[in-house]
């Protein structure tokens, strides 16, 4: 592994460790030396690259709302008419509910941050608005902000149930919101 500054993935593998002690632990139980130690990282590298933990976990919540765009990238890009991209919304949140928990602890850790703190609610503000823009290539803008907050709530609902609701109900909730506002293909 390299070292110093010939180590062009120290910083990403920082807040790689950020987000993973933060699913792990919580926000709470979370450190420099328990960072740097996770990252395989001198200790110094933690104030060589922040200014402070402030900085790295925004840093850290930023990588991470940055992959959860991603995923509705991944899910919303392709579907051309109306149909499918109800399909698509139904399908993202079966994925976000049904994959890895560490992204639904990371929201509610990040959440809960924003609840608190205006940074944060600034990047969450950002982040739907990030997230809505992949649904306004198919709902206009209202239908887009209500569906945001239903693939948010069904998705903590399926994920936290002990009973998940099947893909018919998601998929029934999807078509009540957007069938009014649909964009034209």
Do not use: C
Not at 4 to 31: F, N
Not at 142 to 153: H, K, N, P, V, W
Not at 156 to 177: G, M, W
């Amino acid at each position: 592994m390299a070292t110093g500054h010939t180590d062009p993935q120290r910083r990403a593998r920082i807040l790689d460790a950020t987000l993973d002690l933060i699913a792990e632990e919580g926000i709470v139980r979370v450190s420099h030396r328990k960072i740097a130690a996770r990252a395989g990282v001198p200790l110094g590298s933690m104030t060589y690259h922040f200014s402070g933990m402030d900085e790295v976990l925004r840093e850290a919540f930023r990588r991470f709302t940055d992959h959860i765009v991603m995923v509705f990238d991944d899910h919303l890009a392709a579907p051309a008419d109306p149909g499918r991209a109800r399909e698509a919304v139904a399908d993202l949140v079966h994925v976000l509910s049904e994959g890895d928990r560490r992204d639904l602890v990371l929201t509610q850790e990040l959440y809960t941050l924003a609840a608190r703190r205006p940074d944060y609610r600034d990047l969450t503000h950002e982040w739907m608005r990030r997230s809505r823009v992949h649904l306004e290539k198919h709902f206009d803008a209202d239908t887009a902000r209500q569906l945001d907050a239903l693939i948010e709530g069904l998705t903590l609902h399926r994920a936290l149930s002990r009973q998940p609701h099947d893909r018919a109900l998601t998929l029934e909730a999807i078509n009540r919101i957007t069938a009014a506002g649909e964009r034209s293909p």
